[in-house]
């Protein structure tokens, strides 16, 4: 491996120029992709921007170059990195869109031997080998610490230090002729063992929002209710994480959940408050920490007079074990919408995707929150191989009860994907149930598991889910009562938006 000295890093999305739309690559666990025009939004990817500040706190120069959310063409965004010439580019990358990573990355190599391009995210945490088979690629990062592993590998080809567990990288081996018929293959990568989640999060810097541009992503966002807006992680990702279906059990399994300590959550809300006059934020953590760790949150959002300033958003569990008298409290301290995965009504699907959650219970959680102020949003899924019609009518029925009753003011309806490197994944795999594994196909907007319901009747069940559950009376009279402000008729048009872009979407 050759040592240098490093100059510059780049961390960046390549426009990818496709007719399906804007893909949401950065902060989600499940790939979709969004509908150009008014409705185009950029979800702001903390762990990057943590990586790049923490490289930028060590004094390395930082670009960030994320031509989806600049809206540039692909050759615009080439040219700012012919132009900046950065000795490493780290990309994100996510199944749907890995294929075009690997030919962008191919280009670049093309025009420029000497760029060391980096990939990282859930889908080369699961299959590292592949994208050094496909493509030029010279790194991969697995696990979602790579803010950390960046670091180590820049420290690595600067400083020679030890590279950490989790690193994979391009080697000198070539191929080699036996003679002029027979050709041996010699793998030319290696790395350094299973990546591990010990990292401690209180250890990095406080984003640095100015050097990853964050009002690209401020302004147009459906989980936000006033803006600008924006986004943090205080926790690493879900204290369950368990679920088989999740992309990110791949990258933080529930056993290494770790948080930042509460003071710290509240120095950057303060932060944010001061410096950018940020009105609401979303902590996208897989789910918001709980506890005593909540507690404290709380009541240091309200004995810091922060409450009266932002709204909170968060990711929550219905099994988090939290009571009325915690969901008041947590409306006290300025929390307003609350995202619950639902995913099915079917008790047999939820234990099958370990889901860890009874239904019978669901609604009391959604009765707490309402009446503590929040705002529930619910995620759905249909398309699971074992379920029938009946079993996704039911889904359908216990939404809109729930819409009927008040008792959520927000969904979003998707088909299952079984993401490489998920127990659901490796369950179709071995059970002969996968469609197809041109990943170009695993985008949420058509099912790639053989299951006993027709395509059509799946996509049919995901406008079903739209239409039967936000048009009811109750819905609209909420959603009426919205228009008393500025704040509320902008997030009112934009989720009407939103609902005709998803019966666009599963057309």
């Known amino acids: 491996m050759l040592y240098y000295k490093l ?15 804007i893909p949401q690559i950065g902060q989600n666990r499940q790939f979709q992709w969004t509908v150009p025009g008014p409705l185009a939004y950029f979800i702001y990817p903390v762990v990057p921007a943590s990586a790049a500040t923490l490289l930028k706190s060590k004094g390395h120069e930082i670009v960030w170059l994320d031509g989806l959310a600049e809206k540039w063409s692909y050759e615009k965004w080439r040219e700012q990195i012919k132009k900046e010439k950065p000795d490493l580019l780290m990309i994100e990358t996510k199944t749907p869109v890995i294929k075009k990573h690997w030919k962008i990355i191919d280009k670049l190599k093309t ?16 299959l590292p080998k592949e994208s050094f088979e496909k493509s030029k690629v010279d790194y991969i990062l697995a696990g979602g610490d790579y803010d950390f592993l960046l670091l180590n590998l820049v420290n690595h080809l600067t400083k020679k ?17 036996q003679n002029a018929k027979l050709q041996f293959k010699i793998k030319n990568y290696s790395n350094t063992g299973k990546f591990k ?12 929002r100015d050097l990853t541009k964050w009002r690209l992503y401020a302004y147009k966002n459906s989980n936000f209710y006033r803006a600008p807006g924006t986004y943090t992680m205080f926790s690493r990702d879900c204290w369950w994480g368990k679920c088989s279906f999740c992309s990110w059990t791949t990258l933080f399994p529930g056993s290494c959940y770790r948080v930042i300590k509460p003071e710290k959550a509240l120095d950057e809300i303060g932060h944010l408050i001061e410096n950018y006059k940020v009105r609401e934020i979303m902590d996208d953590s897989g789910t918001f920490p709980v506890g005593d760790w909540l507690k404290k949150f709380c ?6 007079g922060y409450h009266q300033k932002v709204r909170i958003n968060c990711n929550m569990r219905f099994n988090a074990g939290l009571d009325e008298k915690d969901y008041q409290l947590m409306g006290r301290a300025g929390f307003r919408f609350i995202l619950y995965g639902l995913e099915s009504a079917s008790q047999k699907t939820l234990d099958r995707i370990n889901k860890n959650l009874k239904i019978k219970k669901v609604e009391q959680v959604l009765k707490w929150a309402k009446k503590a102020g929040l705002m529930p949003h619910l995620t759905i899924m249909v398309g699971f191989p074992w379920e029938d019609e009946k079993d996704i009518q039911k889904t359908i029925a ?52 053989k299951t006993a319901v027709s395509e059509e009747k799946l996509l ?21 009562s919205q228009l008393k402000s500025l704040d509320g008729m902008k997030y009112v048009g934009f989720q009407v938006l939103k609902y005709f872009g998803k019966l666009w979407e599963f057309k």
Not at 7 to 21: S, T
Not at 116 to 124: F, P
Not at 161 to 177: D, F, H, Q, S, V
Not at 198 to 208: A, C, F, R, S, Y
Request: aromatic share 10%; hydrophobic share 40%; net charge positive.
């Open 7 to 21: 100059v510059k890093i780049a961390i960046g999305y390549p426009p990818l120029g496709n007719a399906k739309g």
């Open 111 to 126: 025009k420029n031997q000497k760029l060391k391009i980096i990939l990282v995210g859930d889908h080369v945490t699961a």
């Open 398 to 449: 216990l939404a809109e009860k729930f819409f009927k009753k008040g008792l959520a003011d927000s969904m979003q309806a998707t088909l299952i994907i079984p993401y490489p490197g998920t127990p659901l994944f490796e369950y179709c795999e071995k059970e002969g149930l996968l469609k197809t594994k041109d990943w170009n196909n695993y985008d949420m907007r058509q099912p790639v598991m």
């Open 299 to 304: 009541q240091g959002m309200i004995q810091r």
């Open 161 to 177: 230090e030890k590279l950490e567990p989790g690193i994979w990288y391009r080697t000198n081996a070539k191929c080699k002729m």
């Open 460 to 480: 049919a069940a995901v406008r079903n889910l739209y239409s039967r559950s936000i048009w009811t009376p109750r819905f609209i009279l909420n959603t009426f």
């Open 197 to 208: 989640l010990n990292h401690d999060l209180n250890e990095l810097p406080m984003i640095d």
